[in-house]
């Protein structure tokens, strides 16, 4: 079982920033792929970006092009999600999720991964 602990979530101004991370309690941390979603009220979960075990390989959705950016420290066995440029829109709960995969595989697919942390709320004032 692997447990993520997500952190770094708050309320901040538009145009302002935010670095989350998520946690696990994996010795494989690197094993992992990691990825970031999130859940406004309302909407169905958002695939914003995940990343391989070694870092190697990442997937940014287009909606946070430019502004969000994924990256993972796996002796900290953590993995962090960057955000710049927020926007009201960007208020919603998000979640970290992970998954064993074969080495250099992303997903962006919620159903593709079996961990998830139990998320932390992010509000963007505008």
């Known amino acids: 079982q692997v447990q993520l602990v997500e952190s770094g979530g708050g309320l901040v101004q538009a145009g302002g920033s935010l670095r989350l991370s998520c946690t696990s309690s994996?010795?494989?941390?690197?094993?992992?792929?990691m990825a970031w979603f999130r859940q406004a009220p309302g909407n169905k979960r958002e695939s914003l970006a995940a990343i391989s075990g070694t870092g190697g390989r990442t997937y940014l959705a287009d909606s946070v092009k430019g502004r969000f950016a994924i990256s993972r420290d796996n002796a900290e066995k953590t993995v962090y999600l960057q955000m710049n440029s927020l926007k009201a829109e960007d208020t919603a709960v998000y979640y970290c999720?992970?998954?064993?995969?074969?080495?250099?595989?992303?997903?962006?697919?919620?159903?593709?991964?079996?961990?998830w942390g139990q998320g932390t709320q992010v509000t963007v004032s505008s």
């Open positions: 999720a992970a998954d064993r995969k074969p080495s250099g595989t992303v997903s962006y697919s919620a159903d593709e991964y079996d961990y």
């Open positions: 994996t010795r494989a941390f690197s094993w992992y792929t």
